[in-house]
């Protein structure tokens, strides 16, 4: 974090200082109920209601709260939830393992193929694609994994299931789909075990697109965190999408809101990950009415579920 882009934005906005403070750990001593509040206050530019909650966002802060499920941090843990699709859906559904590790260290690199991808299973956003072999930088990916193994996802935005994640290392096998280059990304949207719509993440190395579907596969004209659509892309709806909602659904019976990520290589159906808690729940919705769309989709526990 540049000091000179975030004293920018603390100008334009004296709340990113929470940000700030956060980014280096210095809010830890907070609860996490006035934690939440402030960095939702911070974000989103307008005050948490948890009393009566009808934003999407709203929702999902209530939930970090109120919805604590210690089975959840086997769900989350992107090792230990291997174990859970097994058992549900069969090992068919699991991009290969190649490796876990507690430490960056363990890494026998001359032992893996010249292809692979690295994780942490107790974070987000922590992966390393190894392309090729002979041009890989080992020790900056020790580095990277030795940082995001210090420190505990939990803190970032009080997001329960990750406070007892074990930190680990987990290398799987590298894929791409049919562009070539990169694999595209299915997240589906559930609400009370029923799939709405489907995010498809793509262009990563150019930028990071996403189209919007509905379970109709019909483009959906809303934005999230500025992850724009590409105007010149559009998807043929996947042979496999049945498929895809099937386990989703079954995924999300029990639970007021989960996301669950696919990927798709030549005919096969992949299970990513799972998340209970897009983007931390602090979403930017364009146009900003999608907020109290998706929230009247979200019925919380003790409203009924």
């Keep these: 974090m540049g000091v000179l882009s975030g004293t920018k934005k ?44 009808k934003l999407f966002t709203e929702k999902l802060q209530w939930l970090k709260l109120y919805n604590r499920n210690p089975d959840h941090t086997g769900l989350v843990d992107k090792y230990e939830v291997r174990a859970y699709i097994t058992e549900q859906f069969g090992a068919k559904y699991l991009i290969p393992l190649l490796g876990v590790w507690d430490s960056p260290g363990d890494i026998d690199f001359s032992a893996l193929p010249d292809q692979f991808v690295l994780k942490c299973t107790h974070d987000s956003g922590t992966y390393i694609i190894c392309r090729d072999k002979k041009t890989f930088d080992i020790a900056a990916a020790r580095m990277r994994l030795k940082k995001s193994l210090r420190h505990n ?43 709405t719509y489907i995010l498809v993440d793509f262009n990563r190395l150019k930028g990071h697109n996403r189209n919007i579907y509905d379970t109709d ?5 809303f934005v999230m965190n500025r992850y724009y659509p590409d105007p010149l892309t559009a998807f043929d709806k996947p042979a496999c999408f049945d498929e ?10 029990e639970h007021a809101f989960i996301r669950v990520d696919f990927f798709i290589v030549g ?18 919705f364009e146009p900003p009415e999608y907020n109290a769309m998706l929230g009247d989709m979200l019925i919380l526990p003790e409203q009924g579920l």
């Design 10 to 53: 603390v100008i334009r906005n004296p709340f990113y200082i929470v940000t700030i403070l956060n980014h280096f750990h210095l809010l830890n001593w907070m609860p996490d109920k006035a934690f939440i509040k402030l960095r939702y206050r911070a974000f989103m530019g307008q005050r948490l209601n948890l009393e009566s909650t």
């Design 153 to 195: 996802y939990y803190w970032h935005s009080r997001e329960y299931p990750y406070k007892k994640v074990k930190p680990r290392i987990i290398c799987e096998e590298f894929m791409v789909d049919e562009s070539g280059t990169e694999l595209k990304d299915y997240k589906v949207f559930c609400f009370n075990g029923r799939p």
């Design 217 to 221: 596969w019909q483009y959906v004209p």
């Design 244 to 253: 895809m909602l099937d386990i989703a659904g079954r995924v999300s019976k």
């Design 267 to 284: 005919s096969k159906l992949y299970i990513g990950e799972l998340t209970f808690f897009h983007g931390t729940g602090l979403i930017r």
